[in-house]
């Protein structure tokens, strides 16, 4: 595929426009089924452009755009190197799956009256995240985010129950702290470095050295992403946000907005303070590491004991968002690569996961563990799926899961961290009986009078999306090629120093500090 | 006619199973042509492997490139003289238990039977991937394919007992393999940059002596297939599966991809000598001597034939571990040579298990009291098959027995000899102890309580088993004694390995 040159150039500030209006659009129709509609035409074409900045990036090109015409640092610039291209590529594409899921499963759960305000608030959290994603200026990711926090509580609180609004209110107040505490993060940096271009800060800090207020305004930005990206002991939201929230709003959030939180991390960890000041001075490594494991172990463990399958996958996520946590932590160019690799291996099971049990809920109204029973001889198609998805989870070989996982296994015995790679292996073990439970249940014979031994497979419109997770589950198992190479890429640029020198021209506002 | 290139046949062997298994579950509203297929697959799945035995015995080694995984790391496989082994063994009980399975299938009038053909095939592919595996990763995938795929033929009888069993069989096959041997794969891939079977090891100088160690008993504790204790409950709990299961799957086929892995590890990933300079080799020498002599005891105890079986099964794996850790010339001879004479021996014996409870219903070996008059032939085989076990001449059996005992002589390991020879003499006792009832003691008076139960069969008077069954039994009782006649075949092969002829 070939685009005009004119409309090439223009592919970053279209990743967020397009999204953008499909929200505007969506608002204004004001219509329960058309709304679907814009939302759904934009995904496409948001994805079209994600893997048309990938296809670059791939390459190992970094594609920078001055937004506005305005040379950064006087205007804000979008940055796309291998790392964001590959979270572009799986928040563009986790929506794209939900939404086509969403048609039928939103308008069986959601008043119709609201629906196209759902679509728009969907829109608006795709375009704060993909914002967050792209953007090179750290004030920026602050802007996105709290477009994609306040987008992200409306959908949660439109859940179909009322406790919706109570898991949407204990989303907000933790993920407002956190967004202030990011803020106050950015504020010092500012005060110290006098700008707000990414680049110029990794420079300016690289020059200039630490002091206190910039070892204070590390901490603030890692704890306030921390909260939105819900890292134990941060994490206290999410479950009950991604059990109350639609099914395949679960889906959405559980595949792209905690990704992108661990995105801006990574990023701020690794490009902005450098390794040296993050791992070797403020010994943020050791903090990460602590926590992985914390979240690992709690989400394992919690997620055992869960009888409602939305909530136990919430669960699951904490400890899956502590695998990603830990190879960030491990600091080194396999474990970076082990991050990046989970974030898009996870995104892919985790949303195959959510739609599954989106196609139960549509089906029988519940998705309690006890309501499952018997469900997988009526819904075959969504129950095989589902275990396909969950093997995947497990990190069976021939799964995308199991690649993830060899890497962050390789990562850890690299460092000799043997008990790290232990934990890891024990805490896959954990999810194989958490998921067992969820599989073994649904393929027991139903009792007679359960909504379950009645019901039928879920219309093809929520199988489709279903489906073609499961068998991509199955694909990146076989061949991680294509997206190995972004995460490896990833993982080398984010090794070296953040190049800023050769794209920023010298500006009198850099002479004066 | 023209011999394909090995590489083919040996493509062909995992091939033509999973094609079989998707035929199989295709014809399942034909019986007749559904076990046509299978044993029309098996034959020809021998007739490759043998093939590929005659040009691997004059130093072949086909490899076959499947595709790029992880870099450094690709589908891959290779045939060499161990595999080859295991395959020839997998390869020709195959189909003479498919043979075996039509006459106790139908006789049994088992429910899902196009489900147990399907997955049997899928778990014989399974197996030969496991043999014909290039690498560590490659074999891991085939291992754990393999636990999946025999896992509904455990739990086939769809009973609570059936399901208990199954997800026992689950948890400790696929825990020991993530937690355990995926930690050992990854570090000896962290340690020696390669995962790729290379005679006389990969790890020397890249591990220190103390991690060798622990990887080994790693790789040991993680292949839960070989049964070493104490992840051993998960075998005896599987004899709730079809008799044909636990004759090729559970004596055969997976328990000895389970040894087998442990072996090749032994020689291609460790090499004998760091091995022994490690020291991990002798503490799982010491663990598997501890396991023969304990399961040996345990099954003197079970009075349910196939628990008993079971037991002697868990005993004799871990001689195949013994000879695989103590890796001198004489254990790897070994412990390759029991992996072929105990398929045999113990195939045999549950073909008989098999045939009596078809024929009379009775699963209890204080209920099989003068049942040898009734069924001559069966429980003549099962006397060859227990002298096979055992190790006594002439039968195949002798030939390893002897190996592993010149094994321990060589080390100086004077604690295993006593375990091998205890043993033995526990065998002695534990299997002998059935074809004497049978033939000596005087019938049962009364019928026994589960006889009969189901309606059909003759419960009262009990005949021979089905002519397939009969067939079948023949084969591998011969086998057992071919095995002690012509053993060279074997021994050039492992000498290709280990230097034998000194």
């Known amino acids: ?513 | 006619m023209t011999i394909p290139a090995p590489e083919i046949l040996a493509l062909g062997c995992i091939v033509l199973p999973l094609l079989c298994g998707g035929l199989v579950a295709l014809a399942g509203r034909y019986p007749d042509l559904r076990e046509t297929i299978t044993l029309a697959t098996g034959i020809l799945v021998f007739a490759f492997i043998v093939g590929i035995y005659v040009e691997v015995a004059q130093g072949a080694r086909p490899q076959i490139f499947l595709a790029h995984f992880l870099p450094g790391i690709d589908f891959a496989l290779e045939v060499e003289p161990l595999g080859l082994i295991f395959a020839l063994v997998a390869g020709f009980l195959w189909p003479v238990t498919s043979l075996y399975a039509i006459g106790y299938m139908r006789a049994h009038r088992e429910r899902n039977q196009t489900r147990f053909y399907a997955c049997f095939a899928l778990s014989i592919a399974c197996a030969m991937g496991v043999a014909f595996a290039a690498n560590l990763v490659t074999l891991f995938v085939f291992y754990e394919l393999l636990t999946l795929a025999t896992w509904p033929l455990v739990t086939h009888a769809g009973t609570p007992e059936a399901k208990r069993a199954g997800r026992l069989y689950l948890l400790i096959l696929l825990s020991t393999s993530i937690v355990l041997q995926l930690l050992a794969i990854a570090w000896t891939w962290q340690a020696a940059g390669s995962v790729d079977f290379r005679l006389g090891g990969i790890l020397q100088g890249r591990m220190s002596e103390g991690v060798a160690a622990l990887v080994f008993c790693l790789f040991a504790f993680g292949i839960g297939k070989a049964a070493l204790m104490p992840f051993h409950r998960w075998l005896p709990a599987a004899m709730v599966a079809p008799t044909p299961v636990s004759a090729l799957l559970h004596a055969v086929a997976v328990v000895k991809a389970g040894v087998f892995t442990l072996l090749k590890v032994s020689v291609y990933i460790f090499g004998p000598g760091f091995l022994l300079a490690s020291g991990g080799g002798r503490i799982i020498a010491f663990v598997a001597g501890f396991t023969i002599v304990v399961a040996s005891v345990v099954a003197i105890y079970k009075d349910n034939l196939k628990a008993r079986l079971a037991w002697s099964t868990i005993s004799h794996l871990s001689y195949v571990i013994l000879g695989a850790g103590l890796a001198t010339v004489w254990g790897v001879a070994g412990a390759a040579l029991h992996i072929v004479m105990h398929a045999f021996g113990k195939i045999t014996l549950f073909f008989c298990a098999g045939a009596v409870l078809v024929a009379t219903h009775r699963k209890r070996i204080s209920e099989l009291d003068g049942i040898g008059r009734k069924m001559p032939l069966t429980m003549g085989a099962f006397a060859i098959g227990s002298l096979c076990i055992i190790g006594l001449p002439p039968l195949g059996g002798m030939w390893s027995k002897w190996s592993l005992a010149l094994a321990t002589v060589d080390a100086e390991q004077w604690v295993l000899l006593a375990a091998l020879l205890l043993s033995s003499m526990l065998s002695m006792a534990y299997l002998l102890a059935i074809p004497v009832r049978a033939f000596l003691y005087p019938a049962a008076a009364k019928e026994p309580k589960d006889a009969s139960r189901s309606g059909e069969g003759p419960g009262e008077s009990p005949a021979e088993a089905p002519i397939a069954c009969l067939v079948a039994i023949g084969i591998t009782s011969i086998g057992c004694v071919a095995l002690f006649v012509f053993p060279d075949p074997l021994f050039d092969l492992i000498g290709q390995v280990v230097p034998l002829h000194r």
Not at chain 1, 348 to 372: C, D, E, H, P, Q
Request: proline share 5%; charged share 10%; aromatic share 10%.
């Open chain 1, 1 to 513: 595929m070939s685009l005009p040159a004119g409309l090439e150039a223009q592919l970053p500030a279209l990743q967020i426009v397009v999204p953008l209006m499909a929200a505007l659009i969506a608002a204004l129709l004001r219509h329960p089924r058309w709304a679907w509609w814009p939302a759904t035409i934009a995904g496409f074409a948001s994805c079209a452009i994600a893997l048309l900045l990938a296809k670059s990036a791939a390459r190992g090109e970094v594609t920078i755009y001055a937004l506005g015409g305005w040379i950064a640092p006087f205007g804000i610039e979008y940055r796309i190197d291998a790392l964001n291209a590959l979270v572009l590529v799986i928040i563009n594409f986790a929506s794209l799956f939900a939404l086509v899921h969403a048609r039928r499963s939103v308008a069986a759960e959601i008043r119709p009256e609201r629906i196209h305000w759902l679509y728009c608030a969907w829109m608006l959290c795709l375009t704060g995240l993909a914002g967050m994603t792209i953007t090179g200026d750290a004030f920026n990711v602050f802007v996105f985010l709290e477009i994609s926090s306040l987008a992200s509580y409306i959908l949660v609180a439109s859940g179909p129950k009322r406790d919706a609004l109570l898991a949407s209110f204990r989303y907000l107040i933790p993920g407002s702290i956190g967004a202030t505490f990011f803020l106050i993060g950015l504020g010092l940096l500012y005060m110290q470095t006098g700008t707000l271009n990414m680049a110029d800060i990794a420079q300016r800090i690289g020059e200039g050295g630490t002091d206190r207020t910039i070892a204070a305004g590390a901490l603030f930005v890692v704890i306030g992403i921390g909260v939105k990206a819900a890292i134990f002991p941060l994490h206290a939201w999410l479950p009950s946000a991604y059990e109350q929230a639609p099914s395949s709003v679960a889906a959405f959030l559980a595949g792209a907005s905690t990704k992108v939180s661990l995105y801006v991390l990574m990023r701020f960890i690794f490009d902005i303070f450098g390794i040296d000041l993050a791992f070797g001075a403020l010994d943020i490594d050791l903090l990460l590491m602590v926590l992985a494991i914390a979240s690992v172990v709690a989400g394992s463990l919690v997620a055992v004991q869960q009888e409602e399958v939305k909530r136990l996958l919430a669960w699951s996520s904490i400890a899956q968002i502590g695998y990603m946590t830990l190879g960030m932590a491990l600091g080194n160019p396999a474990g970076i690569a082990a991050s990046a690799l989970h974030l898009f291996n996870h995104a892919l099971m985790k949303v195959a996961l959510f739609l599954a049990i989106g196609n139960f809920v549509y089906r029988t109204g519940s998705s309690a563990l006890g309501s499952l029973v018997g469900a997988g001889r009526g819904m075959p198609w969504t129950m095989a799926a589902f275990v396909v998805a969950g093997m995947s989870l497990v990190g069976v070989p021939l799964t995308a899961g199991f690649v993830s996982k060899w890497y962050l296994l390789a990562a850890a015995l690299e460092r000799d961290l043997w008990p790290i790679a232990l934990l890891i292996l024990v805490s896959s073990v954990v999810a194989a009986i958490y998921l067992w439970r969820v599989a073994s249940a649904a393929y027991e014979p139903a009792p007679a009078d359960s909504p379950a031994a009645t019901i039928v497979e879920a219309p093809w419109t929520m199988l489709a999306p279903l489906l073609l997770l499961a068998l991509a589950n199955l694909w990146f198992g076989v061949d991680p090629s294509p997206v190995l190479r972004l995460a490896e890429q990833a993982a080398v640029q984010l090794s070296v120093p953040f190049e800023s020198a050769e794209i920023i021209a010298p500006s009198p506002l850099s002479d004066t500090n």
